[in-house]
């Protein structure tokens, strides 16, 4: 693998501001510091991602990844992040064959933080082959409590998503944006660089789990499959396109979670119930 080189700019994630509240009383409070970065792939302007700018550059490498503009992190020679003038810089090896064409469609969607993407959401979809294996229930609580104690954003300025990627019920990265769609594009980026991403010894159970505060729309769905990953728990509910792809990729989709409560909307089979609360024991 050639990796690419990358920036490693860095801007604040909140702001502190004055605001009012409901006693008259001013208090000083923190919230997201959004901002808008434009891509540009080979001098050529591509779109406006607006983000938290945690990890721009592998959000940038994600999102490339995810629209199927590039098929591998060999393509990409460097990714340059200038917060001078809120944009990013994207060289790669030999072009983009046919960009202007792959990119005429777009599609709107439900993302927040990112208002349309290019078209094509199903297109190799059949390809997709996930790993087998299952997700345990007493993994799901694992990864339901390690967020819930997390320190973030959210907690300090509410008002962005979260998105996570778990080997085995250990944390392997934690984003958080404006949007879901770029918290899960940051964590495609992050993935695509590792050198040593191989499943690891873990019996049945699935290696690679994805958490997600968002709902589990066909879009979600969809860039999970396309990580590797076989499993989805979701703060939310699903959506009714994301069921059928979720099904039809085999992915084993589960929302609602919270505490000891969860739905399994697809491929229950692959769940394991190896820890019923204990008014549900008969």
């Known amino acids: 693998m050639r990796l690419p080189q990358l920036t490693e700019a860095r801007v604040p994630l909140t702001e502190s501001i004055d605001a009012v509240d409901e006693f008259g009383q001013r208090r000083s409070i923190h919230i997201p510091a959004e901002r808008d970065l434009t891509v540009y792939v080979d001098k050529r302007e591509l ?10 550059e592998w959000l940038t490498l994600g999102y490339l990844l995810n629209q199927r ?4 992190v ?25 960009i202007e064409e792959r990119t005429a469609k777009r599609v709107v969607t439900t993302g927040c933080g990112q208002g349309s993407v290019f078209g094509g959401l199903m297109d190799d979809l ?31 300025a509410g008002s962005v998503h979260a998105c996570a990627l778990f080997r085995g019920t250990e944390l392997a990265l934690f984003v958080e944006d404006v949007g879901r769609h770029n918290a899960v594009d940051t964590i495609a980026g ?3 660089l590792q050198t040593d991403d191989v499943p690891r010894a873990t ?22 499959a396309q990580m590797g990953v076989a499993a989805v728990i979701s703060r939310s509910g699903i959506t009714q ?22 739905l399994c909307y697809a491929n229950p089979q692959r769940l394991v119930l190896d820890a019923v609360p204990p008014e549900r024991v008969a």
């Open 47 to 56: 779109v406006t991602l607006m983000t938290l700018g945690a990890r721009p």
């Open 69 to 72: 503009l590039i098929a591998s």
């Open 74 to 98: 060999d393509e990409i020679e460097s990714i340059t992040v200038d917060w001078d003038v809120n944009a990013v810089s994207v060289k790669t090896r030999e072009g983009i064959d046919r």
């Open 126 to 156: 059949d390809r997709i082959t996930l790993p087998q294996g299952v997700l345990r229930q007493s993994q799901v609580y694992a990864i339901v409590d390690a967020i819930r104690v997390k320190e973030s954003t959210y907690k300090s």
């Open 190 to 192: 992050w993935l695509a």
């Open 203 to 224: 019996g049945d159970t699935l290696d690679k789990v994805f958490y997600t505060t968002g709902r589990l729309t066909s879009e979600m769905v969809i860039k999970s």
């Open 241 to 262: 396109m994301g069921l059928q792809v979720a099904r039809r990729v085999g992915l084993c989709a589960v929302g609602r979670a919270t505490n000891k409560h969860f």
